[in-house]
C-alpha cells in the first residue's frame, strides 16, 4: 500500500514538471520569444488552455504529500520554509500575471502583468532548482546557499529549453515543433525530480501513513482516478490543435 | 504578538481573503451552469449572453479562490507541522480527496469550459460547467469534514501520542459538520444571489441599454438569495444543538459572541427584507420599476460576505485555544523552531501580495458588471495560430 501511494507520489511529482514545466518555461521566455504584445498574446494563447490542468499537478501532490506521508509534509515544508513561502509567492504572481493581462486596456497594463508572468515564473523554476537541491541533500538547516542557487539556474535554463520546445510544437514554427521533441523535453524536465525522489524512496516508505488510512484513501480515490486521467486526456485533445483561445 | 499569534493571524487573514472569493464562487458556478444548459436547450441567445457576461464575473473571481486557496494548502506544513505530526493520519485523508477528487477535477474542467467556446460541442460544453459545480461542492465537502474534525475529533483514537483513523464514515457523519455544510452552501447561494441582483440594479438605476437583461437578472439574483436565505438562516439554528454538545461554551468569550450577534443580525435582518419586501416586488417586475430602491439593493451586496466571514470568527475563534478541540492546542502545533521573522516575513509577503491582488480583483469585478454584457470577452473568437504574416512594405 505504502508502495502505491509512493508512485503515484512519484508519477504526480514527474508529471508537474513535464506539463507545468512548460508553462514556467514559457513564462520565463516570454519578454524573448514575444518582442511584440502581440507576439506574446500568441505565446500565451498556446499555453493558456494547458495552464489550469497543469498546475493542479502540485496540488494534488501537497494533498498525496499530507495525506499519505503527513510527517513528512510537516518536516519537509517546515524545513524548507523560506523556500515554500519563496515558490507560493512566485507561483500567485505567474497566475496573477496570466489572469489579469487581458482584463483591462492600456499598453502599460499589460507591460504590468506581463512582466509578473515573467518574474512569477522565474521565482518559480529558481525555488524549484534550490528546493530539489536542499530534498537531494536531506534538508540542511539553511537551504539557501551556492549549491541552490546553482540548482536554480540550471532548472530555469532546462525548463526554458522546454517551454520553448512546447510554444515550438504548439504554434507550428518550423522544423523543431516536433511532437517528438517535446516529449523529449518533457522526460528531461521531469527527470532531475525524478532522480531527487527516487533517492528519497527509502526515507518515504519509512514514513507512510498507517494503512488504515492508505486504505481508505485508495478506495476513494483509485475508482476515480480514470476521471482524473481523462480529464487530462480531454484537455490535450480539445487544444492540441487550431486556432489559440484568447482568454488569458 | 508572539509567534504563535502572529501564525494565527496570518492563517486567518489568508483564510478570510480565500473564503470572501470562494463564498461566490460556490454562489455564481450553479447559476451560470443553469443558465447555460437553458441556453444549450432553448438556443435563446440572451441565455447566451448572460451565460458570457455571469460567468465572466464568476471566472474573475475564481482567479482569486485558486491563489489564496495555494497558501491555504500549503500553510499547514509551514507553521503547524505539529498537527500534521499529531494528526495527519485522519486530517490528511480529507484534504488530500479534495486535492486529488475535487480540485484537480474542478481545475482541469473549468479551464475546457473557459477556453472551449466554438471548439466544444454544445452538451459537451456544458457538462463541463456542471461539472465544475460539482466539483466545487465536493471541495467544499472535504473541506468542512478536515474543517470538522477540528472542531470535533470523530472517528479516530489516540494511539502512542498520535490519532489514528478508526472510522471514516464518522468523519462525514460528524455532528458539526451536518449542518454546517448546508449553512455554508446556502450562504454561497445568498452571496451569489446578491451580487447578481446588486450588478443588474446597478445597470437598471443608471438605465443603460441592457434593461431586458438586468430585469431577468435581477429576478434570478433575488430568487435565489430568496432560497440562499432561507436555507442559511434555518441550517444555522439548527447549528446550535450539536455545536452545543460537542462545544458548549463556544460562543462565551467576546469575540466569537460578538460574531455570531452580528451574523445573525444581519442574516435575521436581511433574510426578512428578501422574504417579505424584495421577493413579492419581483411581482409585475415593480422591484425592476422602482428606481429609487436599487441604490438600496447595491449597498446590501456586501452583507452576506460579512456575515460569512462573522460566521467563521465565531467557528474559528471559538475553538480557541485548541486546534484539535480537546486534543491539540494551537500552541503545541506550531512548527517547532519558527522563528518571529520567519512568520513576519512570510505575513508580510502573503497579506501583501494577496490583499493587493484582492483588491485589484475587485475593481476588476467592478469594471466588468460596469461594461456590461456588450463587451464580453468570455467566448470572444480565437486568434489565428499562424503568426501574423509581417506587413508586406507599402510602395
Ligand atoms: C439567523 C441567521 C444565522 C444563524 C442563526 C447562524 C448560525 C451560525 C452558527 C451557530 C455558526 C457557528 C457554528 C460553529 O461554531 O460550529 C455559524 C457559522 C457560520 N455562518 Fe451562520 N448563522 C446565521 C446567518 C449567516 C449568514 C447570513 C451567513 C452568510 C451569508 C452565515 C455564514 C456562516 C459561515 C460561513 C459560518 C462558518 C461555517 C459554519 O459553521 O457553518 N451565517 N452560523
Known amino acids: 500500500m505504502d508502495i502505491f501511494w509512493f508512485l503515484t507520489f512519484a508519477v504526480l511529482l514527474a508529471g508537474y514538471f513535464a506539463l507545468e514545466g512548460f508553462d514556467i518555461g514559457l513564462g520565463v521566455l516570454l519578454p524573448v520569444l514575444g518582442r511584440s504584445p502581440a507576439g506574446r498574446d500568441r505565446l500565451v494563447g498556446a499555453m493558456a488552455p494547458f495552464v489550469l490542468a497543469n498546475e493542479v499537478w502540485l496540488v494534488a501532490l501537497a494533498g498525496v504529500l499530507f495525506g499519505a506521508f503527513p510527517v513528512l509534509e510537516g518536516q519537509a515544508l517546515s524545513r524548507l520554509y523560506p523556500l515554500v513561502v519563496a515558490l507560493l509567492l512566485a507561483w500567485i504572481v505567474r497566475d496573477a500575471g496570466l489572469w489579469f493581462r487581458r482584463r483591462a486596456d492600456g499598453a502599460a497594463w499589460r507591460l504590468v502583468w506581463d512582466g509578473a508572468l515573467c518574474a ?8 524549484w532548482g534550490a528546493i530539489l537541491v536542499a530534498v537531494a541533500r536531506g534538508l540542511p538547516d539553511s537551504p539557501l546557499d551556492a549549491p541552490a542557487v546553482a540548482g536554480g539556474v540550471a532548472l530555469l535554463a532546462l525548463l526554458a529549453w522546454h517551454g520553448r520546445t512546447f510554444a515550438a510544437w504548439r504554434l507550428q514554427d518550423g522544423p523543431r515543433g516536433s511532437g517528438r521533441a517535446l516529449l523529449l523535453s518533457a522526460c528531461a524536465a521531469a527527470a532531475p525530480a525524478v532522480l531527487v525522489i527516487a533517492a528519497a524512496t527509502g526515507h518515504m516508505l519509512g514514513n507512510a501513513a498507517p494503512d488504515p488510512t492508505l486504505s481508505v484513501l485508495s478506495v476513494m480515490v483509485v475508482p476515480v482516478a480514470p476521471i482524473l486521467v481523462g480529464a487530462q486526456v480531454w484537455v490535450w485533445r480539445t487544444f492540441s490543435r487550431g486556432a489559440l483561445p484568447t482568454f488569458f | ?31 451560470v451552469a443553469i443558465m447555460h444548459t437553458r441556453y444549450a436547450i432553448g438556443g435563446n441567445p440572451l441565455h447566451e449572453r448572460m451565460t458570457r457576461f455571469w460567468g465572466q464575473i464568476y471566472v474573475i473571481n475564481y482567479a482569486l479562490g485558486i491563489v489564496t486557496g495555494l497558501v491555504m494548502e500549503f500553510q499547514f506544513g509551514l507553521s503547524w507541522s505539529g498537527l500534521s ?5 485522519v486530517f490528511g485523508a480529507p484534504l488530500a480527496m479534495e486535492t486529488l477528487l475535487a480540485f484537480f477535477l474542478e481545475s482541469t474542467f473549468l479551464g ?7 471548439r466544444l460541442p454544445r452538451a459537451l460544453h456544458v457538462a463541463c460547467i456542471w461539472l465544475v459545480t460539482l466539483t466545487a461542492y465536493a471541495s467544499a465537502l472535504f473541506i468542512m469534514v478536515a474543517n470538522s474534525f477540528l472542531q470535533n475529533p470523530a472517528g479516530s483514537a489516540e494511539v502512542g501520542g498520535r490519532l489514528v483513523l478508526r472510522d471514516f464514515g464518522a468523519l462525514f457523519t460528524n455532528p458539526t459538520l451536518v449542518f454546517a455544510l448546508p449553512h455554508v452552501l446556502s450562504a454561497g447561494l445568498w452571496a451569489g444571489g446578491f451580487v447578481v441582483m446588486g450588478a443588474s440594479a446597478y445597470h437598471l438605476f443608471r438605465r443603460t441599454p441592457e434593461r431586458e437583461f438586468f430585469i431577468r437578472s435581477l429576478r434570478i439574483g433575488v430568487l435565489t438569495a430568496f432560497v440562499g436565505s432561507l436555507f442559511t438562516v434555518g441550517f444555522g439554528y439548527a447549528q446550535f444543538g450539536p455545536v452545543g454538545s460537542v462545544q458548549p461554551d463556544k460562543f462565551h468569550g467576546a469575540v466569537p459572541g460578538t460574531a455570531l450577534g452580528l451574523m445573525i443580525t444581519i442574516g435575521q435582518l436581511v433574510q426578512f427584507a428578501v422574504m417579505f419586501v424584495l421577493t413579492p416586488l419581483l411581482i409585475r417586475d415593480v422591484l425592476a420599476r422602482s428606481r429609487w430602491l436599487h441604490p438600496l439593493l447595491m449597498v446590501m451586496t456586501p452583507l452576506p460576505f460579512v456575515a460569512a466571514i462573522a460566521g467563521w470568527i465565531v467557528r474559528e475563534v471559538g475553538r480557541q485555544p485548541w486546534l484539535v478541540y480537546g486534543k491539540l492546542s494551537v500552541a503545541d502545533a506550531l512548527t517547532p523552531g519558527l522563528t518571529r521573522a ?31 454584457p456588450g463587451r464580453v470577452v468570455l467566448g470572444a473568437a480565437d486568434l489565428p495560430v499562424t503568426a501574423e504574416p509581417a506587413p508586406a512594405h507599402a510602395l
Do not use: C, E, K, N
Not at chain 1, 512569477?120 to 525555488?127: E, K, P, V, W
Not at chain 2, 513576519?344 to 469585478?365: E, H, K, N, P, R
Open chain 1, 120 to 127: 512569477g515564473s522565474a521565482g518559480l523554476a529558481l525555488t
Open chain 2, 1 to 31: 504578538m508572539d509567534v504563535v499569534d502572529l501564525a494565527r493571524t496570518q492563517f486567518a487573514v489568508t483564510g478570510s481573503l480565500h473564503f470572501l472569493f470562494v463564498v461566490l464562487t460556490l454562489g455564481l458556478a450553479p447559476l
Open chain 2, 112 to 118: 475546457l469550459w473557459i477556453f472551449g467556446w466554438h
Open chain 2, 342 to 372: 520567519d512568520v513576519t516575513a512570510s505575513f508580510a509577503g502573503f497579506a501583501g501580495v494577496l490583499g493587493l491582488l484582492a483588491l485589484v480583483d475587485y475593481v476588476l469585478i467592478a469594471r466588468a458588471v460596469r461594461r456590461g
Open chain 2, 85 to 89: 505530526h499529531y494528526a495527519g493520519d
